[in-house]
C-alpha cells in the first residue's frame, strides 16, 4: 500500500503530469487501484511487484509533487490460510 501526501493538498499537479506522461511505472511494477480522501489530503495505492527496487523508482520521479509512505500489507484470504495452517503453540 502507498500512501501519498499531496504537497499544498493541491492534485492538479499530479494529474497534469499524469495526463502528460502516464504512471511513468517500471515494467514489473503493476498499478491495482487507488482511493483519495475527500480534502486531497492522502491518496491510498495498491500496487504490486516482487522487486521493492521498482517501487523506488516509480517514487523517485514524483517526489517534487507527493511525499510518499509505504506500507507493506498482506491479502486477507492469504492471511486467513496462513493463521489456519499455523498450529497453535
Not at 12 to 22: D, V
Not at 39 to 65: A, K, P, S, V
Request: proline residues 8%; negative net charge; glycine residues 4%.
Amino acid at each position: 500500500m502507498v500512501i501519498e501526501r499531496f504537497k499544498d493538498r493541491d492534485p492538479r499537479p499530479i494529474y497534469r503530469r499524469l495526463a502528460e506522461r502516464g504512471r511513468q511505472m517500471p515494467e514489473g511494477l503493476q498499478y491495482i487501484d487507488s482511493w483519495i480522501e475527500p480534502n486531497f489530503d492522502r491518496c491510498f495505492q495498491l500496487m504490486e511487484t516482487g522487486d521493492l527496487r521498482l517501487l523506488q523508482q516509480w517514487i523517485l520521479g514524483w517526489t517534487d509533487l507527493v511525499e510518499f509512505e509505504i506500507v507493506p500489507v498482506v491479502p486477507s484470504k492469504l492471511t486467513r490460510e496462513t493463521v489456519h495452517a499455523t498450529p497453535e503453540l
